[in-house]
Nanobody
């Protein structure tokens, strides 16, 4: 069992930045692929970014590529999503997720077994 808790969301003006953090507890944390997803009102949940268990391979959605950086610290059991140059379109509830799988199919929600409660990000014009 893995427990995930997100933090760092809030209200920010367009062009600003936020640092989202996810604290994890449970067994074999270092062996899990970690990802971030988001869901806006009236829309389906979508992939944002992910990092593999080694921390050496990352993947980003086209909508955030170049504006976001995902990283992990296995010693502290945390995964970070640094978002820059935020846009109103980035407004959503952001969720972190963990899955124990191999390969580079990071965007498949079905591969993630554990999910956090989410943190709200609101970007104003």
């Amino acid at each position: 069992q893995v427990q995930l808790v997100e933090s760092g969301g809030g209200l920010v003006q367009a062009g600003g930045s936020l640092r989202l953090s996810c604290a994890a507890s449970g067994r074999a944390f270092s062996l899990y692929t970690l990802g971030w997803f988001r869901q806006a009102p009236g829309k389906e949940r979508e992939f944002v970014a992910a990092v593999d268990w080694r921390g050496g391979s990352t993947k980003y959605a086209i909508s955030v590529e170049g504006r976001s950086t995902i990283s992990r610290d296995n010693a502290k059991n945390t995964v970070i999503l640094q978002m820059m140059t935020l846009k109103p379109e980035d407004t959503a509830v952001y969720y972190c997720a963990a899955g124990r799988f191999t390969g580079d199919l990071y965007t498949r929600e079905s591969l993630y077994d554990y999910w956090g409660q989410g943190t709200q990000v609101t970007v104003s014009s």
